[in-house]
């Protein structure tokens, strides 16, 4: 079956420390992002990639970092500079800006909280 | 800047009755598409009905439909016959060239 799997399922990060959450898919997209969700409050986008080797700042990209060398792969860097970086972190893909009208598809999340 | 606001943080509805949730949004954009997505306790995102703008039809799904006013820019999201398997946070959100804005949710609880 196709579809996103994010690694590992709950992270803890001690201070100064950097931690790299893992998403991989097998959906042949183009496009993938990595969001951020705190409680109560909806998905805000920290990276997006529309194709490899080439990625955009979201809307609160400080302190994270990542990487697009394969298609099928874009980890995210939690660094050290992320002063608050609990908090649940979903990957998606989708087939990119030609296909808006398609949905992104979600994996199952990472948790990452402050030792 | 594109927003989205829910201005229902918690909403519940007995079994088997209908149940509206509200979502309006603001875009520079002409042409993009909206989409609600759901998200149980076990936090994974599955999408539950999406609608382009260019078209006044509104979308249906099953129990689920829309009700997309474009000029009010609203966009909000009927579940007729409520099942308990309905309970989970709804997520409106608005595409912008492959880039999804969320709004803050709506949490649904289902009542037996």
């Known amino acids: 079956d196709g579809g996103i799997t994010q690694s590992p399922k709950y992270l803890f990060r001690k201070e100064g420390q950097n931690v790299t959450l893992s998403c991989e898919q097998n959906?042949?997209?183009?496009?993938m992002y990595w969001y951020r969700q705190d409680p109560g409050q909806g998905l805000r986008l920290i990276y997006y990639?529309?194709?490899?080797?080439?990625?955009q700042k979201g809307d609160i990209a400080e302190g994270y970092s990542v990487s697009r060398e394969k298609k099928e792969s874009f980890p995210l860097t939690v660094t050290s500079a992320q002063k608050n970086p609990t908090a649940f972190y979903l990957c998606?893909?989708?087939?990119?800006?030609?296909?808006?009208?398609?949905?992104?598809?979600f994996g199952d999340g990472t948790r990452l909280s402050i030792l | 800047a594109q927003t989205v606001t829910q201005s229902q943080p918690e909403m519940s509805v007995q079994e088997a009755e209908t149940v509206t949730l509200s979502c309006t949004y603001d875009?520079?954009?002409?042409?993009?598409?909206l989409f609600w997505y759901k998200q149980p306790p076990s936090r994974q995102m599955i999408l539950v009905i999406r609608?382009?703008?260019?078209?006044?039809q509104n979308a249906t799904e099953n129990r689920f439909s829309v009700n997309f006013q474009k000029a009010a820019k609203s966009f909000s999201l009927k579940i007729s016959d409520s099942q308990l398997g309905d309970a989970a946070m709804y997520f409106c959100?608005?595409?912008?060239?492959?880039?999804?804005?969320f709004g803050e949710g709506t949490q649904l609880t289902v009542n037996p």
């Open positions: 998606a893909s989708g087939k990119g800006q030609a296909y808006s009208n398609q949905p992104q598809h």
């Open positions: 959906l042949n997209h183009d496009a």
């Open positions: 990639s529309q194709i490899v080797n080439d990625f």
């Open positions: 875009t520079s954009e002409s042409d993009y598409y």
């Open positions: 609608q382009e703008a260019y078209k006044q």
């Open positions: 959100a608005c595409d912008r060239g492959s880039r999804l804005t």
